[in-house]
């Protein structure tokens, strides 16, 4: 409750969902501030001593690895909200972001 009481008062799922998703609650406004790992990449040139390749460069990326902030624990806050309209920091159901990783191989002729 609004005092800090428990609630006893039971309300139906139409009515819960409908005070839930209909404006700018607490519960669906969070604050923009976050730190994100967008992306970190790591490489080696190896010299190689061949007539068709001089150079061998490994390297290994990952995008979106991390994401820290106190209102930011299960999604990301760059998706969280559509582009139509003016509902910036509105939060109404929102996907994880999806992390990726990969490998490159680059020959130097």
């Known amino acids: 409750m609004a005092d800090g009481t428990v609630n006893t008062k039971r ?41 068709v390749i001089s150079n061998l460069k490994v390297s290994a990326y990952g995008r979106n690895l991390a994401l820290w902030g106190p209102d930011t624990k299960h999604f990301d806050p760059e998706s969280a909200t559509t582009s139509s309209g003016n509902v910036q920091g509105i939060e109404g159901g929102a996907l994880p972001s999806v992390a990726t990783f990969g490998l490159n191989l680059g020959f130097q002729f």
């Open 11 to 51: 309300v139906d799922a139409e009515t819960w969902a409908g005070g839930f998703y209909s404006g700018p609650a607490a519960q669906n406004v969070f604050s923009s501030d976050f730190i994100k790992l967008r992306e970190i990449t790591v490489g080696y040139t190896l010299p190689i001593k061949s007539n």
